[in-house]
């Protein structure tokens, strides 16, 4: 019989969620195995001298189409693995080298009082901006950008909306609704965004009404392209406090099959990644990525490509710090 004995060393490269020693850089570990945090973060509640804090909000009850939303941090956070052992390639630096970044893990709520949800969520990120500390969020449908942007506005007063999406989200409702499809016209409306300098790109369902909101259409980024877009994006929000939402029906359903409310006529992966990395510099006190619904999802697509797109967050997150 062996009389060999683990490596203490060899036990520093699992399940790294919990072992690992220092919050910087990537780091190798089994795809396959192990604690799946996001990126393979170490999972704390400790936000001390944190930058960012990657939280899950398993919240699908404002759908107006089909449910599994609920669902979506947990793959998020699953198919990130796959990205947790190299920087993010198209960054010069790794963004993880610069940020601490943890997985706090996801906000409580009891689904038996589901109309407590938006107070519960709001709630966690005034703890989380109150700490200084910037939230990237795992949707969830896109009701949760509402409560959040609650909190967020506290903080940093009226905030510019960078909004990735098939569906405006600005119909009218009677101010109490919990729906994903009326949260930023109630947020125009309430002021805890400045529509003014606020942006929505990739609509192609119908809205007569813009809420002050600038729109470009599918049709327009198709026909423009990249840089027009980030041209438009950054003269319309300057360096005002901005939160960046990315819807993932954005992207076409076939790149994106997992989600509630598909609509075709959309992007490729690559346009969305490419989106992403031009926006450098910007004033970023927030970012989501919802409505990923594992159900409905093939070969884990879907939640990469959420997962993906959070990765590339965290490099504008750091290239503000730099």
Not at 107 to 121: N, R
Not at 184 to 197: C, H, L, N
Not at 253 to 277: K, N, Q, W
Request: with cysteine.
């Amino acid at each position: 019989m062996s009389n060999d004995k683990p490596s203490p060393a060899t036990a520093t490269f699992s399940d790294l969620a919990f072992t690992r020693t220092s919050p910087y850089g990537s780091q190798a570990e089994p795809t396959y195995a192990g604690a799946t945090s996001f990126l393979r973060r170490k999972y704390s509640k400790d936000l001390e001298s944190v930058d960012v804090a990657v939280i899950g909000v398993p919240f699908d009850v404002a759908t107006t189409g089909r449910p599994g939303t609920r669902f979506g941090p947990r793959a998020i956070r699953a198919a990130s693995t796959m990205l947790a052992w190299c920087p993010p390639y198209a960054w010069e630096s790794d963004p993880l080298d610069t940020l601490h970044v943890i997985d706090w893990g996801d906000v409580f709520f009891d689904s038996g009082h589901i109309a407590e949800a938006p107070v519960a969520i709001r709630n966690t990120y005034l703890q989380i901006a109150a700490a200084g500390v910037k939230p990237l969020t795992l949707g969830g449908d896109h009701f949760i950008s509402y409560p959040i942007l609650q909190a967020l506005s506290r903080t940093h007063g009226p905030i510019s909306l960078i909004h990735f999406d098939a569906h405006s989200d600005t119909w009218a409702d009677d101010g109490v609704r919990i729906d994903h499809g009326t949260m930023f016209y109630q947020a125009a409306k309430t002021g805890i965004v400045d529509p003014s300098r606020s942006i929505q790109l990739g609509m192609r369902t119908f809205n007569e009404e813009k809420h002050g909101y600038e729109v470009l259409d599918a049709r327009w980024l198709h026909r423009n392209g990249i840089d027009a877009a980030l041209a438009a994006i950054k003269a319309r929000v300057g360096d005002n406090p901005c939160y960046l939402s990315f819807d993932i029906d954005f992207l076409d359903p076939s790149y994106a099959p997992g989600t509630g409310t598909p609509v075709v006529g959309g992007f490729d992966t690559h346009t969305a990644l490419e989106f992403i990395r031009g926006l450098k510099g910007i004033h970023l006190v927030g970012a989501d990525v919802v409505e990923v619904s594992p159900p409905f999802d093939h070969a884990e697509i879907t939640a990469l490509a959420g997962a993906s797109i959070a990765q590339e967050m965290l490099g504008l997150f750091a290239s503000k710090c730099a």
